[in-house]
């Protein structure tokens, strides 16, 4: 028997020993006890880090999806397999059973096919968090379309540029989203974006919000009534353990997107594992994460993870502040939640506010609380430990990436002791390393450095759609033979690793990974601006805020500033969407540039963050001038 659910502290070093000294023959006892397969591999790992080629479970076949529905049917037929929680409180909730789903996906999957969609084909899904955006992801899954889901709060512009990266001929989105009091019109946003997209072929609509909307001839159709007419039941493609499952794009250090592909077994086999293990996953628990499905953490963690392991997943559609700041506890009572997965940033936001809004609701059904998406501050996780768990609850701290598929580094609850800040110790399987900036791995304890992860694991991205040297450029030349994460970290005196932020041109504002360069492309589109550098300064609740300091053109100068900042911000809003706003514009004579004209980041970093002390040596820059100018008039 594999060590499938890890129970105790000497348990969790043994199987993590095993993982390191054999990780084939650990994967394979996993892989073979836990999961169905049409058909078994050959080999179980093959890989090269210098091509970069990985292949876990070569030539094994099978369908996600009947690991995450049909084998449950004769089980858990009648358990809930997605509990949607409305926006709007009164609305009620909707329990959705793994006999509903298998036939929901199926009807889902019969349509997608009437409208040519085959396998390795690509869809695009742009929806709210509402049971469709699920039963769409599955359903692509089940006929080997693969899904490119795009968060509904990108841009037309955002949206358009990923629906032609990978040339989806599908796309499935709603009338309009509820976010909080606010109605979006996301039939509009795709319509616009569909205007530079000449690959789609067609548009399928879910009605949820009832709004007017264009509905283009030839083109657009309501999904309901195709659902209705649509066969129940839809046989599950035969997939190979390598095919692609999904792209999901992310930022880079230049302004193209980057869409990380996932593979069909690894991605299972890991996304499954630390789901059961991460949140000690039982039986009769209702798991909820208030991830959007649009984002890495909602793929694995919300959708697959849970469903293969025949969990109850919710879907909330809302947002933490309204009605008012209570509604994720209140959601939390009304559901008797045992697991909790969240962000920082949201945790920020509601620490600010009055403890009524907790103290108001029974939290005492919650088992593990989880955090993801960018350091946690020792003040959060305080107000989260004390107030949310009750001291009783641990936190897991979970650090991982869109390109690992699944969690890294993390405690396991209940076996791994906490400490505020730390993602503690590697996920069983992982071999995490810390490098010094010649390239040198960094041995022994308490020591910092940059993260690199030296041997493969199941779920990692195995391309960039479409560009496979950027693949091997950004992420395996840095550190040879090791997968570089782009973040720096700390292990300290007992090996607990500690992420310290990241080392590269992406920032995080409020979870979301955002990358300079395409921000700055957008500013530099202004007709009145002739150059801009952003980079980020921390923000009480959204970690960072991103500060731009922006150079005119000559034409520019007699404009008026204020209104300058607008257009800025909805040049950005257009091109991106509105998490990418900055929050301050400060326009200067010049940036600070080495000799050979990169911006020295560094020192804009300090300004930004009123921490102007230490700047080093700024007399081998070529303008060191401009550095007084930007300081006396920092915002
Ligand atoms: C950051 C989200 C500190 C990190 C799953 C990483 C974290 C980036 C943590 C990936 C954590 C994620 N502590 N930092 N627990 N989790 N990060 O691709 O910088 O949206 O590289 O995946 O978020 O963000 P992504």
Known sequence: MSNYHIKHLEEYFQVYRKSVREPESFWEEIAEEHFVWRKKWDNVLDWDFTKPEIKWFKNAKLNITENCLDRHLPTRGD??????????????????????????????????????????????IYLPMIPELAVAVLACARIGAIHSVVFAGFSAIALATRINDSDCKLVVTSDGSYRGNKTINLKGIVDAALEDCPGVEHVLVVKRTGESIDIKKGRDKWLQPLLDKAYADCNAEIMDAEDPLFILYTSGS????????HTCAGYMVYTAYTFKNVFQYKEEDVYWCTADIGWITGHSYIVYGPLINGA???????????????????????????????????????AKENLSYVEKYDLSSLRVLGTVGEPINEEAWHWYNNNIGQKQSPIVDTWWQTETGGIMISP????????????????????????????????????????????????????IWGDHDRYRDTYFTAYQNNY??????????????????????VIIVSGHNLGTAPIEDSINEHPAVAESAIVGFPHDVKGNALYGFVIL????????????????????????????KLDKIQFVS??????????????????????????????????????????????
Not at 254 to 261: C, E, I, L, N
């Open 484 to 505: 570089f994460t782009g973040d720096g970290a700390l292990r300290d005196a007992v090996g607990y690793y500690r992420i310290t932020g990241r080392v590269d041109d």
């Open 254 to 261: 230049t302004g193209k997107p980057k869409g990380m592909v």
């Open 312 to 350: 109850t997943t919710v879907m909330f559609e809302g947002v933490p502040s309204y009605p008012d700041y209570g509604r994720f506890w209140e959601v939390v009572e009304k559901h008797k939640i045992n697991q909790f997965y969240t962000a920082p940033t949201a945790i920020r936001a509601l």
């Open 590 to 635: 010049g940036v600070p540039k080495t000799r050979s004209g990169k911006i020295m980041r560094r020192i804009l970093r300090k300004i930004a963050g009123k921490d102007t002390e230490n700047l080093g040596d700024i007399s081998t820059l070529l303008n060191p001038e401009v550095v007084k100018e930007i300081m006396d008039n920092a915002l």
């Open 553 to 580: 053109k000559e034409t520019g100068e007699s404009r008026d500033r204020d209104n300058l900042r607008k257009e800025i911000n909805q040049q950005i809003t257009e091109q991106i969407g509105p998490i990418a």
């Open 79 to 124: 358990k809930t397999a997605i509990l949607f929680e409305p926006n709007d409180p009164e609305e009620q909730t909707e329990h959705i059973t793994y006999k509903q789903l298998h036939e929901r996906v199926s009807r889902m999957a019969n349509v997608f096919k009437d409208h040519g969609v085959q396998k390795g084909d690509r869809v695009c």
């Open 412 to 463: 396991i609850p209940y076996v791994t002791p906490t400490t505020p800040t730390y993602a503690t110790l590697p996920f069983i399987g992982i071999q995490p390393a810390l490098m010094d900036e010649q390239g040198k791995e960094i041995k022994g304890n308490q020591v910092e450095g940059r993260l690199c992860i030296k041997f493969p694991w199941p779920s990692m991205a195995r391309t």
